[in-house]
């Protein structure tokens, strides 16, 4: 995968004047020019292959809003250097337009009073879409979206969910190779949730989008993401896949065993320990590095007449926040 998005030794400062409490506070810090300096991004380098779909993750104020302004070409850097798909996005900003979409959860891109369609027809026109391009694309949209109901609709009465998707979709029309998504899943109900990742889905696997998640649900990243980029305090706490972080970082696994035959409370192993039982179920924790998970199972199933046997996925939640608590210290 060649990269698509290229960023290098990128820093992003604020700097604003340090305003003390006290009666003449302003006039003070007016008078000394005392500033402060804020480094929301600090020295972080990484790549992104054209067609990739990547979760950008990090807690609160990690900086993820910042990286992605500098990327849509909103904000300029301090330092560093970026590149999205052969262009400096804040050098170009009318260029760089047509190259990407964007969703941000928490605000619209539509017009208020009109309704979703006609905002559709707008951005039709704004790109000078070619009519029937226009036409099948808003029809495999609405179908995955179920736009139908209220694609009629002013989008102030829209609910959170569909105008979620309404946004979705104005970003998607014009085909940019590249979406950023911040937070497009937030405040959602499940099915709301499930119809927005099945379409982000679909748009990178059948149409080739690369795609920059920026998300706090985990369950966004488990269902739609391979690889992350995670940041802390303007810095790469983590670069690389999803399943390695989880080796990584995982230090137990659960197995449940169900059992009708016999009581489970009896049931022991030399490679995990029993941490709850009762007579037909029971849970053993093992150390995956120490042993496989098909020997933890092979002595069970041979020594027990076992009905239902479960090993749990590592829960990427716990990883996260594992990883969010160990980092270093001194990271910014
Ligand atoms: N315009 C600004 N002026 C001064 N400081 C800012 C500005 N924008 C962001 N910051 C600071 O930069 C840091 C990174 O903020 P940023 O919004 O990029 O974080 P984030 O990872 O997007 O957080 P969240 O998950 O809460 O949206 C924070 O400490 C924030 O207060």
């Known amino acids: 995968m060649p990269p ?18 006290g009666r003449f506070a302003g006039t003070r810090s007016l008078f000394t ?5 804020t480094t929301a991004v600090d020295g972080i380098s990484f790549q992104i292959g054209e067609g990739e779909l990547i979760g ?19 904000l300029v850097p301090t330092s560093g250097t970026v590149t999205v798909a052969g262009q400096v996005p804040w050098r170009d900003r009318r ?12 605000r619209t891109q539509l017009w208020y009073d009109l309704p979703l369609r006609d905002s559709f ?25 179920d736009l139908d109901e209220f694609i009629d609709t002013p989008v102030r009465s829209l609910s959170l969910g569909q105008r979620m998707r309404g946004d979705l979709v104005a970003a998607m029309l014009y085909a940019p190779p590249i979406l950023y998504l911040d937070e497009p899943t937030v405040g959602l109900d499940v099915v709301a949730k499930g119809k927005i990742r099945e379409f982000v889905a679909e748009i990178n696997a059948g149409r080739r989008t690369t795609v920059i998640l920026t998300t706090h649900d985990m369950d966004d990243v488990e269902r739609l993401c391979r690889r992350v980029v995670i940041i802390d305090h303007g810095k790469i706490l983590y670069e690389g896949d999803v399943e390695m972080l989880k080796a ?28 709850s039982a009762d007579a037909f179920k029971a849970t053993l924790r093992f150390d995956p590095e120490r042993t496989a998970v098909p020997k933890v199972v092979h ?21 996260i926040r594992q990883l969010y608590t160990e980092r270093t210290p001194n990271a910014r």
């Not at 027809?121 to 979206?145: N, W």
């Not at 002595?299 to 990883?319: F, M």
């Open 4 to 21: 698509i998005i290229e960023v290098s030794d990128l820093t992003k400062e604020f700097t604003r004047p340090d305003v003390r409490p």
């Open 299 to 319: 002595d069970l199933t041979s020594r027990y007449p076992i009905t239902d046997l479960s090993v749990l996925e590592p829960d990427l939640e716990d990883v």
């Open 121 to 145: 027809e707008i951005i039709r026109d704004l790109y000078s879409m070619d009519p029937a391009t226009y036409r099948t694309r808003l029809g495999e949209f609405t179908e995955i979206l």
């Open 56 to 74: 950008f993750l990090g807690p609160n104020g990690a900086g993820k809003s910042t990286t992605i302004k500098m990327l849509t070409g909103i």
């Open 248 to 275: 990584q970082y995982v230090t137990s696994r659960d197995i449940v065993v169900h059992c009708t035959d016999f009581d489970a409370t009896t049931i022991t192993s030399p490679f995990a320990q029993v941490v």
């Open 33 to 37: 020019r005392a500033r402060k300096v």
């Open 95 to 106: 260029r760089n337009a047509r190259s990407i979409g964007a969703v941000f959860g928490q």
